[in-house]
């Protein structure tokens, strides 16, 4: 089974309690009793419809299917074996600087101190995609455990799991009940059974359906044939969508508390949490709800490594030239390039300790404001 992490979400979207929202957005309306209007207009009631998995939506989005498998979002979450783990599988041996070794168990895995059962545990998932680091859990009937040490897969290094700093490095493992087992789930999976904590494998990691909404209705009504000019394909329409939502979306896993519009002022809290970042950010409340995540950001995908992406789509505003939307007003320092390197420098995942991982700043704002940290 699985552990760790973080990081998306997230995403983007990073979101199984996203796409549940998306999926509801307008299955709210019922059909009048007369006198009423015409049965024309006459609203129908919400079709049912349940979580399938990514596999159902490769059949007609082969691109888009091809582009999230390789993502950062879809490997959010594996089972502790070898093959399910991959790269990600932690080092055999002694864990430096420590008591602690990893030893194959079977397939698997088991972390903890040799002759010390109290602090050994089996790995039975892994949480996190490796892009800054992974946690590794164990699982039990009614909830899981959080083993002490988390693994820098770029970096093939250990550390004290992030937040445990003031803990004892030799405690038990921490201990998650079921509402807690479930809420550290959310995030790296697309759907979990009501009264339990485990997704099926299918539904692991970050999926097609934790952004777009459950698709067993879309997928009957994309396979069958219409009449009429027009068909309901019982999917919403993302690209309509505004910033806002857009931003609530990713921010149900890449914000603090799942509440994009709670005010963060700390820059560690800037840093950490990118949805309400944004949402503080001038770009966001002045654009008319158009300047969202998915501005830089394509959701399938992992994000751009390439700097001239984001000039990209800062110059669109910002750029030199007559009818920009920024008010005409270019960057007075650099109105060409290295637009993120000025306004949204990275900073450190957690300061004050020695994990070396650094996030993208995305509340967005002048240097002197950033080094000031307001």
């Known amino acids: 089974m699985l552990r760790f992490h973080l990081l998306h979400v997230c995403a983007i979207i990073l979101l199984a309690v996203s796409a549940l929202l998306v999926a509801a957005a307008g299955c709210f309306h019922r059909g009048r009793t007369a006198p009423g209007p015409p049965a024309a207009q006459v609203r129908q009631a919400p079709v049912a419809s349940t979580y399938v998995g990514n596999d159902a939506c490769k059949e007609c989005h082969q691109k888009e299917f091809a582009a999230h498998a390789e ?3 879809a490997r959010t979450l594996a089972v502790g074996t070898r093959n399910g783990m991959g790269r990600l599988s932690p080092p055999i041996g002694e864990i430096p600087g420590t008591r602690y070794a990893v030893k194959a168990k079977g397939e698997g895995f088991e972390l903890g101190v040799p002759g010390k ?24 009937a009614n909830g899981m455990e959080r083993l002490r040490m988390s693994y820098l897969p770029t970096l093939g290094k250990w550390y004290k799991h992030p937040g445990d700093e003031d803990l004892a490095l030799y405690d038990p493992p921490i201990k998650f009940d079921l509402h807690q087992s479930r809420n550290c789930l959310r995030c790296h999976s697309v759907s979990q059974p009501a009264s339990a904590f485990m997704p099926q494998n299918r539904f692991f990691g970050v999926g097609c359906e934790s952004c777009h909404g459950p698709g067993s209705a879309h997928i009957e009504a994309a396979r069958t044939k219409s009449t009429g000019r027009q068909r309901d394909l019982h999917m919403e329409k993302l690209s309509a969508l505004g910033a806002t939502r857009i931003i609530e979306m990713c921010g149900r896993c890449h914000s603090k508390s799942g509440d994009s519009t709670e005010t963060v ?25 158009v300047f969202s995540c998915l501005t830089c950001h394509d959701s399938h995908t992992d994000v751009s490594k390439d700097p001239n992406h984001y000039n990209g789509a800062c110059l669109k505003c910002h750029g030199p030239g007559p009818g920009k939307p920024a008010d005409g007003y270019p960057c007075p320092v650099n109105p060409k390039d290295k637009c993120t390197s000025c306004h949204m420098k990275p900073g450190k995942f957690r300061p004050g300790t020695d994990i070396p991982t650094k996030m993208t700043e995305h509340y967005i704002r002048p240097p002197a404001a950033l080094r000031a940290g307001g």
Not at 270 to 284: D, H, P, W, Y
Request: hydrophobic content about 40%; overall charge neutral.
């Open 117 to 140: 059962p109290a602090i050994t545990r089996a790995i039975d998932l892994v949480i996190g995609s490796g892009k800054f680091g992974v946690s590794y859990m164990t699982v039990h």
């Open 71 to 73: 993502s950062a979002h």
């Open 265 to 289: 002022t700390s820059p560690e809290d800037t840093v950490r949490f990118a949805a309400n970042a944004l949402m503080q950010s001038r770009c966001f409340w002045q654009s008319a709800d």
